[in-house]
């Protein structure tokens, strides 16, 4: 009986070995993709997040102001019909 016990024992340790080898595999695999797709990115020439936001806010004020001369436009236009 004491045999078996020692045999359980054994397993679970050899069990938590595994488990905790596989547990640093898994760290050592997740932080060498990481590493990769840095490199990856890094080499595609990408813009930050702020970057993308300023050109964003830029571009939204362009197109108001386009749309506002462009009513302004109009309304001379209409004005120069009216004057013929």
Do not use: P
Not at 3 to 28: H, I, Q, S, Y
Not at 52 to 80: D, G, I, N, W
Request: charged share 30%; aromatic share 6%.
């Amino acid at each position: 009986m004491q045999t078996d016990n020692r045999f359980f024992d054994d397993m679970a340790r050899m069990a938590g070995g595994a488990l905790n080898a596989l547990t640093g595999f898994k760290t050592e695999m997740e932080s060498m993709i990481r590493q990769q797709m840095e490199h990856f990115l890094s080499g595609m020439n990408l813009v930050s997040r702020d970057e993308f936001e300023a050109v964003r806010a830029m571009a939204a004020k362009a197109r108001e102001e386009q749309e506002a001369l462009a009513a302004r436009l109009a309304a001379l236009e209409e004005q120069l019909r009216g004057k013929d």
